[in-house]
């Protein structure tokens, strides 16, 4: 699209911040081999051409090379964020700079930010790159005509995997949908290392505290409370474990955790991270138990995972240092990080880049594989070949080499007999 | 009488939220200077703080100036934080440190503190005592000594001392055990690496990190890095370093062998050029480079500069040096001590036991240099045992003490039946 077309049909809040997303994009493509390599090479087919993308993810640097190797492809594309408080605005201004059409504004407010989705609806996308399913379940629920439209959905985080299924189990998943997040070389890294090292980080800057000696109490010990747990030690703090699930717990006592009820691993936690992926996971319930000068902060898919509502209701939010607010309740001090919502994302830069690299080289191929491929409606995983291949790319950018199974090692493996 | 030089006055109440927020976190050093305001040892004392201008040093500065002394503050440019400097200022103290100073200014600055005629020096690299001992003589007539900060800032002061120039004691704080065990190794380890990978936004595990130095902050960003999943190299010339690097499970290689495959470089060395510009010359393409040492060049910046066809600003922090051969190197936070230049410094409660150290080892000299000689003196164990005892007991931590014959037996010398 011409800069001009792309400027008139986008909302941002700056085309002036342009060079500065410039920048951060130029970093990005710097250490994401895996997408310059296999997935420029895959997507260039044409399959892409002229299709109408919708990129609906976390709008920083990371999503802006994504949008940007599939325009590069032919693709249309529409980004907008999948939650304000993590776009940035000299991102947005640069992908329109680069004649992509962009909804999306940092700290835009929660009617704002659904407008900007419907924004992209209206385009009638033919392939969505969801995350939290955001758009695809505003589709589903406000523009039921534009869903038949619909080549298909991609989508990129447990969450909206998990949503996808609601959706499907209701019989409103009329289209195919490919859960990216549940390729080994999304959840496997993205989760764990990605958010668990991005989330720490963001909680020592955003605090200036040290976590050495610090008892951590994680909440959701899934892949992303796995890497938060195993980085909070590796910062040379001490966790306890909050998990619902019986065998989850389990690994997590073999991990080496203390594994423990919400209520008493509150009783001594300096730092409370939230991962469940559901909503509700510190609630007024248990604001009793919290500890004089506790640090909250979420590192899963929602803002609602801390109830800062039932917080702000019980006391005067004061924020006390950027991205830290300070509540009173019952004569003590609760920190609460960047509102609640996704710590690493609007505290910080989001996952490392060489994580994103894998993470969206997935989505890419996902996308391609919707376009060139026909799917039955329903939730699809992603082809395994595919998956193999990235892995195998990001390796050899390593500089990495893999044995091959033997001839013996592939019988015995198809062998029964005794 | 206050004729402060800071960049901007209306940063004062960010500066002002941001020293609120580590008072918080300081419990020893509010306990230390409440003690030293009530019995009154510091009231109309000149005291010089040469420190990094951030929310701790303010905070220790402005606990001094709250227990009665006439506090000063200094420092360079790369490391001073311009809200911090307008807050402290606002508090009353006075404050010569703005971001981006130029070399003139920070020499002039320091002329300013030296006007001052401090009593006590808090100093960091030694760079004040220097100054007293070289180019202001004048100021050794009225000062009575100075607390040294950092571990470069000790090798110093032992210099002047075996050869004569030190007129002044001094005491190594940085050698008390409350601040060297903690600071250097679990401060800079946890900061230094949180800055450099919040400058870049990449990711640390499966990263091949080499560290340059294995001193205690060395050993700290190596336990770090290590705990991020990082495959930890270090370059050592020291024999029991290098062996007990090798015995915490740490590759240990020669610097142009590690750098020749390093995607991370980390410095903490205390000496200039530690790593040459041979082992920079070695460094594959796309390599960081971050210094956590005390001293500015423990990397030859301005030589890296000389060879580069071409610099820029990749990221804030982040500076790309592209070379002939087309490699691209990236340097974060300048070269100068990575956690302060690209980040907020050491973690809030690790400086509130490095602080208390300094603000007892200043009040010691105030009280009692003059019956001490001109050298480097440690702090006395029983005021660096009573920090660690605070600061347990602020954390709730309980102990327990030797039983009497226990302590009977360790004086002993006779052989038991």
Known sequence: MAVADAAARSRIADIGLAEEGERRIAWVARHSPVLKRLARNRLSDGALRGKRVAVVVHLEAKTAYLATLLAEAGAEVVAAGSNALSTQDSVCAALVRRGIEVHARHGASPEEFTADLLDVAETGPQIVIDDGAELTRRIVEHRPELATRLEGVTEETTTGVARLRALQDAGLLTFPAIAANNARCKHMFDNPYGTGQTALTAIMRLTNLSAAGKRFCIVGYGWVGQGLARRAVGYGGRVTVVELDPVQALRAHMDGYRVAPLAEALDDADFVITATGTTAAVTAQVFPRLKDRVILANAGHHDREIDVTALAARSEPIEVRPGVTRYEIDGKRVYVLVDGALVNIAGGDGNPVEIMDLSFSVQALAAHHLASSDLPPGLNTFPDDLDREIARTKLSTLGIELDEESEAQRQFGAEWRT | ?417
Not at chain 2, 129 to 143: D, N, Q, V
Not at chain 2, 358 to 371: D, F, K, P, R, W
């Open chain 2, 1 to 417: 009488m206050s004729e402060s030089r800071i960049r901007d006055a209306s940063l004062a109440d960010d500066g002002e939220r941001k020293i609120a927020w580590v008072a918080e976190w300081m419990p020893v050093l509010n306990g230390v200077c409440d003690r030293l305001r009530s019995d009154g040892g510091l009231a109309g004392r000149r005291i010089a703080v040469i420190l990094p201008v951030e929310p701790k040093t303010a905070y220790l500065a402005a606990g001094l100036a709250a227990a009665g002394a006439e506090v000063t503050v200094a420092f360079q440019g790369v490391m001073v934080h311009d809200d911090v400097a307008a807050g402290l200022a606002a508090r009353g103290v006075e404050v010569f440190a703005k971001r981006g100073s130029t070399h003139e200014e920070e020499l002039e600055y320091f002329d300013r503190v030296l006007a001052r005629r401090p009593e006590v020096v808090i100093d960091d690299r030694a760079d004040l005592i220097r100054l007293a001992h070289t180019t202001h003589p004048e100021a050794l007539e009225t000062l009575l000594g100075a607390s040294e900060e950092t571990t470069s800032g000790v090798t110093a002061l032992r210099a002047m001392e075996a050869d004569g120039t030190l007129k002044v004691p001094c005491i190594a704080a940085n050698n008390a055990r409350c601040k060297y065990l903690f600071d250097n190794r679990y401060g800079s380890g946890q900061s230094a690496v949180n800055a450099v990978l919040d400058s870049t936004n990449l990711l640390l595990a499966g990263k091949r990190v080499v560290i340059v130095g294995y001193g205690w902050v060395g050993k700290g960003m190596a336990l770090r890095a290590r705990g991020l999943g990082a495959e930890v190299t270090v370059c050592e010339v020291e024999p029991f370093a290098a062996l007990e690097a090798y015995h915490d499970g740490l590759d240990v290689a020669p610097i142009l062998e590690a750098c020749a495959t390093a995607e991370i470089v980390l410095t903490a060395t205390g000496v200039r050029h530690a790593l040459g510009i041979e082992a920079v010359e070695a460094l594959p393409d796309g390599a960081l480079l971050a210094n956590a040492g005390a001293v500015d060049d423990e990397f030859d910046v301005p030589a890296l500069r000389a060879r580069a066809s071409e610099t820029r600003q990749v990221r804030e922090h982040v500076e790309e040096f592209r070379l002939a051969d087309e490699r691209s190197l990236f340097v974060v936070g300048d070269g100068v001590c990575v956690n302060l230049s690209a980040g907020e410094g050491h973690p809030a409660e690790i400086m509130d036991l490095t602080f208390s150290v300094q603000a007892l080892a200043a009040n010691y000299l105030l009280q009692n240099a003059t019956n001490m000689t001109p050298a480097v003196h440690a702090l006395p164990a029983e005021i660096d045992e009573s920090v660690a005892r605070e600061k347990l007991k602020a954390l709730g931590v309980r102990i327990d003490r030797l039983t009497p014959e226990q302590e009977s037996f360790l004086h002993a010398w006779e052989a038991f039946d």
